[in-house]
């Protein structure tokens, strides 16, 4: 089969898609936020519900959130009065997901020099997730309460969507469940309405390929592993 230009562009976009846990500094322009995110919102949803709300973050705003939840992140009295509402991951693990998991934080944790016993250092590198592993921008996005489990799926793919349209730009992307367990932070911050939920935040700017962590690059499963072709 011969490769159209248009099918490379779109299966480099995809394949060089991945999670980047240091940025550059450098500001990403409003105008390519909103372009990125207008693509990104043609994501199919049933019957046009169109579920998704974001709040882009920058400057002093982003600041403000990131410090308020690092806070009580690093207190271990006031962090256990905060958990995540609903579960992102499963409550009883099996494999092979469980085995997955572990292989890419130990990967992770193996490329930034820290041992098993070094758990003050995975906590610290933890917390950069509420710093949008310091990205110029941060994303939140949330879902009106009254919807259900169809326009969480049709939220996948608009996530999907922002992400793929980012490396189009040359932009990268750090998709984060770890912003749930704060949730009450996050709406006080951000001023969200009670009638919307937390789905995840997002860490939006152009990659620091000088950090070892950015080297990480996860495995996947082969299409025989997941796929049965019946005729």
């Not at 579960?87 to 990967?107: F, L, N």
């Not at 608009?158 to 992307?173: E, S, W």
């Not at 789905?199 to 620091?208: E, F, Q, T």
Request: charged share 25%; hydrophobic share 40%; proline share 5%.
């Amino acid at each position: 089969m011969i490769e159209s230009p248009a099918q490379k562009i779109v299966d480099d976009a995809i394949r060089s898609r991945r999670s980047i846990r240091a940025f550059l500094p450098t500001p990403v322009p409003r105008a390519d936020i909103e372009a990125l995110l207008e693509v990104a919102a043609r994501a199919p949803s049933g019957t046009n519900t169109q579920p998704w709300k974001v709040y882009v973050c920058t400057g002093a705003r982003k600041q403000q959130l990131s410090q308020a939840i690092i806070d009580v992140y690093l207190d271990s009295a006031r962090v256990a009065e905060h958990s995540e509402e609903y579960h992102y991951y499963p409550v009883k693990w099996a494999s092979p997901y469980i085995d997955r998991r572990r292989k890419v934080g130990w990967d992770l944790y193996a490329l930034l020099g820290l041992g098993r016993e070094n758990k003050a250092g995975m906590q610290a590198q933890h917390a950069r997730n509420y710093g949008f592993f310091d990205a110029p921008v941060g994303l939140m996005f949330t879902i009106d309460r009254t919807m259900e489990k169809g326009s969480w799926l049709d939220y996948g793919m608009f996530l999907q969507n922002v992400m793929i349209a980012a490396r189009g730009r040359g932009l990268d992307t750090c998709p984060q469940a770890a912003f749930t367990q704060f949730h009450k932070i996050i709406g006080e911050v951000l001023e969200i309405p009670a009638n919307e939920q937390v789905v995840c935040g997002m860490a939006l700017g152009y990659a620091d390929m000088s950090k070892i962590e950015n080297s990480l690059v996860t495995e996947r499963e082969p299409v025989g592993g997941f796929v049965k072709f019946l005729d």
